[in-house]
């Protein structure tokens, strides 16, 4: 699977981006995904998965509310609504495919995900 996410850019705090990660591969659409970010000289984290059909989700609790994953298996793409956005939410966001059936901790953690897009970088201007 490789995977390509577009769509970062600079917005300022209050605004909205809508981040898109487009998949190749027939499998696709059988991975759990998730989205996480890494801000300069910190670690990679998690931000949000969803399973493969798109009926769970889940959320780091400092973008709960705030941000909405989805994926459209017909496109092989899975999306990230980011909705008022803070200055803290300014990162390299990056989006990941794991082989494995969704799990409320598996998908928290970055080392379960074998596939990983390039980054795409969100900047929020305070």
């Known amino acids: 699977v490789q995977l390509q996410a577009f769509g970062g850019g600079l917005v300022q705090a209050g605004g909205s981006l809508r981040l898109s990660c487009a998949a190749s591969?027939?499998?696709?659409?059988?991975?759990?995904m998730g989205w996480f970010r890494q801000a300069p000289g910190k670690e990679r984290d998690f931000v949000a998965a969803?399973?493969?059909?798109?009926?769970?989700?889940s959320y780091a609790d400092s973008v709960k509310g705030r941000f909405t994953i989805s994926r459209d298996n017909a496109k092989n793409t899975v999306y990230l609504q980011m909705n008022s956005l803070k200055p803290e939410d300014t990162a390299v966001h990056f989006c990941?495919?794991?082989?494995?059936?969704?799990?409320?901790?598996?998908?928290?953690?970055?080392?379960?995900?074998?596939?990983w897009g390039q980054g795409t970088l969100v900047t929020v201007s305070s």
């Open positions: 990941a495919a794991d082989p494995k059936t969704y799990g409320s901790t598996r998908s928290r953690q970055v080392h379960n995900y074998n596939y």
């Open positions: 591969g027939r499998t696709f659409t059988t991975y759990a």
């Open positions: 969803i399973s493969w059909s798109g009926a769970i989700t």
